[in-house]
Nanobody
Framework: VQLQAFGGGLVQAGGSLRLSCAASGIIGTVNVMGWYRQAPGKQRELVAAITSGGSTNYADSVKGRFTISRDGAKNTVYLQMNSLKPEDTAVYYC????????????WGQGTQVTVSS
């Protein structure tokens, strides 16, 4: 299984970015897909996750600003990030095969998101 993420970049505080991630090499639907992030010197943390049925889980720090969605038929997941803050700066990783509160074993390559103040 391969996960390929796109959409990172540099944005000013208050701006928006949209990340996307597509899973390939799997037959059927990945039940849970999500996004994690890791800032320098910090542990990787859950940002948001979504089930094939549309149930979601968000980190408190992003609730109301980030929206996760997916195209289940294509095993593709998106993360719309609005009202970005400098503390959102991190490498964002796509994940699959886990649970709403725990990562699975499939990871994408990571995409850098940098928010300038």
């Amino acid at each position: 299984v391969q996960l390929q993420a796109f959409g990172g970049g540099l944005v000013q505080a208050g701006g928006s970015l949209r990340l996307s991630c597509a899973a390939s090499g799997i037959i059927g639907t990945v039940n849970v897909m999500g996004w994690y992030r890791q800032a320098p010197g910090k542990q990787r943390e859950l940002v948001a996750a979504i089930t094939s049925g549309g149930s979601t889980n968000y980190a408190d720090s992003v609730k109301g600003r980030f929206t996760i969605s997916r195209d289940g038929a294509k095993n593709t997941v998106y993360l719309q990030m609005n009202s970005l803050k400098p503390e959102d700066t991190a490498v964002y990783y796509c994940n699959g095969g886990g649970f709403l509160t725990r990562a699975g074993g499939w990871w994408g390559q990571g995409t850098q998101v940098t928010v300038s103040s």
